[in-house]
């Protein structure tokens, strides 16, 4: 089943999880349901418009537990009988006691599925010794999408292994389609913002720490896997330079892990985040371009 996938390591469909935004301090109360569904059509609609070349598939909501206590569970759990359906239909946070006692929250949040306009294209970046730079810069979209912002031109006495590989020519192309050059992939591991928090922070992943692990792949003398989101399929001489992943053990390559705004849990603490007055932002962290 895995030869029968168009592309190597990459996927059809995407998501991104939107939770809920709270209406005060306490994380006593929620926006409903419709709103969270609005605030996920915004997050797509100005990912469009910022030229990241996806398309909307699907949105669903999804359960999500967590503890609640104080004026949270006293305000959100209910005697669970029929009456109360209605109310758990249209409410973004309903709670209910178990059998040891404990008040559990459900959190009502919207999965939203997207695809790329043309799936995801691996590239490889081949390197040589003496290169001193890959030759492009990477930046990041307030929706938490990495891109790359520059390329370098002027390098006919030494090319740069961004020419070499084909990336300068995705770069103008993508340009002249008025889109960004996406990147959804570092060797396998995607790099897609993946959550708008209660707050309406975007949990997405850090161009300096991504810049950083580019550089030991330079450093090493190793060549860098990506992944692109793209807008049309590639013809031409773009498919030719499409080449498989000859990735090195991982046990070779100095290990720099991911600096992320915030790590993944396998649970929502509602009652942690707080409320923010933007529907999206990034937190605390620049949005600067990183070249490597």
């Given at each position: 089943m895995r030869d029968s996938l168009?592309?190597?390591?990459?996927?059809s469909y995407l998501s991104m999880l939107v939770l809920p935004k709270a209406l005060d301090l306490n994380s006593c109360r929620y926006e409903s349901f419709e709103d969270t569904l609005a605030r996920a059509n915004a997050w797509i609609y100005s990912s469009q418009v910022s030229g990241i070349p996806i398309e909307f598939m699907n949105v669903q909501s999804e359960a999500l537990l967590t503890k609640i206590s104080g004026e949270t569970a006293s305000a959100t759990v209910?005697?669970?009988?029929?009456?109360?359906?209605?109310?758990v239909t249209n409410a973004t946070l309903y709670g209910f006691e178990d059998y040891h006692g404990v008040d559990i929250g459900v959190v009502k949040a919207a999965r939203l599925w997207y695809s790329s306009i043309a799936e995801e294209m691996p590239l490889e970046i081949p390197?040589?010794?003496?290169d001193t730079r890959l030759g492009f810069a990477i930046s990041r979209t307030e929706e938490g999408f990495i891109f790359i912002s520059s390329v370098v031109d002027n390098d006919k006495d030494n090319e740069a292994p961004s020419t070499r590989s084909g990336l300068r020519d995705l770069f103008n192309q993508a340009r002249e389609a008025s889109k960004l050059l996406v990147i959804s992939r570092v060797s396998n591991e995607k790099v897609l913002p993946w959550m708008i928090s209660s707050s309406g922070a975007i949990r997405c992943f850090d161009t300096i720490s991504l810049s950083q692990k580019l550089s030991l792949h330079r450093l090493a003398v190793r060549p860098i896997q990506l992944h692109l989101l793209m807008w049309e399929k590639p013809s031409g001489p773009v498919e030719r330079i499409i080449r498989s992943p000859k990735l090195p053990p991982q046990s070779e390559l100095p290990q720099v892990p991911w600096n992320l705004i915030?790590?993944?849990?396998?649970?929502v603490d509602v009652d942690e985040d707080y409320v923010g007055d933007l529907s999206f932002r990034i937190d605390d962290l620049s949005v600067g371009t990183s070249w490597v």
């Open positions: 168009r592309m190597p390591n990459s996927s209910n005697s669970g009988s029929l009456s109360d359906l209605s109310n390197l040589e010794e003496g915030e790590s993944i849990e396998p649970r």
